[in-house]
């Protein structure tokens, strides 16, 4: 059974910076993406960046392209987000997903909250 755990969220300043973690365990993740998406409250759920598990090919949403990093440690099974000149309308509750190469997002983490204040 897969389980993605997501930590790091916090409340930040405008300007600064945090780093996301997303803990997976109970698949081979071999030919799969791990993507971030967020959600701001009376907005809907979109993404900001994926990773290849196994190529390390990674795409990004244009609104961080520049300031957020994404990458992986095989060995802890972990991905990772680097966030960096954080904005007020980063704010959302950000998750961590994984599909299967050429499928869809079907599992969740629970989600961290995010707050960048102005």
């Known amino acids: 059974q897969v389980q993605l755990a997501e930590s790091g969220g916090g409340l930040v300043q405008a300007g600064g910076s945090l780093s996301l973690s997303c803990a997976a365990s109970g698949h081979t993740f071999r030919r799969t993406n791990i993507g971030w998406f967020r959600q701001a409250p009376g907005k809907e759920r979109e993404f900001v960046v994926s990773?290849?598990?196994?190529?390390?090919?990674?795409a990004y949403a244009e609104s961080v392209k520049g300031r957020f990093t994404i990458s992986r440690d095989a060995a802890k099974m972990t991905v990772y987000l680097q966030m960096n000149s954080l904005k007020p309308e980063d704010t959302a509750v950000y998750y961590c997903?994984?599909?299967?190469?050429?499928?869809?997002?079907?599992?969740w983490g629970q989600g961290t909250q995010v707050t960048v204040s102005s």
């Open positions: 990773i290849g598990w196994s190529t390390g090919i990674k």
């Open positions: 997903a994984m599909r299967e190469i050429g499928g869809e997002y079907d599992y």
